[in-house]
């Protein structure tokens, strides 16, 4: 009898073991660990003032988002403020670094950022209704530390004027079920099929909920990337969504009235 109890209770142990590296379970712990639903829901936008490390050059960089969809990134380079990239709801936009004059993005590229307004403040929060899809790859060690691999199936993005797929994989601290590292493909431009890596580390709790203070974005086995350290995250500020607004500069005729 003592030895079919031990059976059992072995047997009991790797079902929930197996249970708590489910997707489903992963994701949930993470939810539960970075805050729970309930303070991410709160977050009706975030402003982030950062250092970006660009080709040797330490910049000062603003990323603001909203819940609606509406973001803004920008950096000063030589005092003066360059906006990156803005979404105003329907435009996409940024300052040409040549011409100095804000330009619309192509169809393609606003296209793909409308599809991804319901990913703030998080993708996994809601993420069934958003009708995408979580599955367990299994383990790997990245960073030096041991992960779970999870899929992350998004709605299809358009590459080149066709509709493709569009995956992510999460890499989750197995002990404490915080993303330190996503991947995808590149889907179109001089780098496509090569794989973009994000490394999040120094996790830092505001308002109730733990956000990546570091942040390292670069090609898989480059070796090289271009690391963003957070500074300061407000949560719900003020922001004059003037901000965000795409405004079509003079015309050469109406500058000389």
């Known amino acids: 009898m003592k030895k079919i109890a031990t059976i059992v209770l072995i047997l009991l142990t790797a079902q929930i073991q197996l249970k708590a590296q489910t997707a489903e379970e992963i994701v949930a712990n993470y939810l539960q660990n ?13 402003r982030m ?14 990323i603001i988002n909203m819940s609606d969809g509406k973001m803004l990134v920008k950096f000063e380079l030589q005092g003066q403020e360059i906006i990156q990239q803005a ?10 670094f040549m011409t100095q004059k804000a330009e619309k993005s192509d169809a393609e590229d606003t296209e793909n950022i409308k599809r991804q307004i319901g990913d703030y403040p998080d993708v996994f929060l809601d993420y069934t209704k958003k009708g995408y899809t979580i599955e367990l790859m299994g383990k790997e060690t990245v960073e030096g530390t041991e992960c779970f691999k999870v899929k992350l199936t998004k709605k299809p993005m358009l590459a080149d004027g066709e509709e493709v797929e569009n995956v992510n994989f999460y890499y989750f601290d197995t002990e404490n079920f915080i993303p330190i590292v996503v991947e995808a493909e590149i889907k179109s431009g001089q780098m496509k099929g090569s794989i973009s890596q994000t490394v999040y580390s120094d996790y830092q709790e505001v308002n109730g909920v733990y956000f990546p203070f570091s942040i390292d974005q670069r090609l898989k086995d480059s070796g090289q990337g271009q690391p963003v350290v957070i500074e300061k995250v407000e949560v719900n500020p003020e922001i004059d969504e003037a901000m965000f607004k795409f405004v079509e500069a003079p015309s050469a005729e109406e500058g000389t009235k």
């Open 34 to 46: 970075i805050g729970g639903e309930e303070a991410l829901r709160a977050i009706k936008g975030t």
């Open 49 to 62: 003032t950062a250092k970006v490390n660009a080709q040797g050059m330490e910049l000062p960089l603003e």
């Open 87 to 96: 979404f105003d709801g329907e435009t996409a936009w940024g300052i040409n």
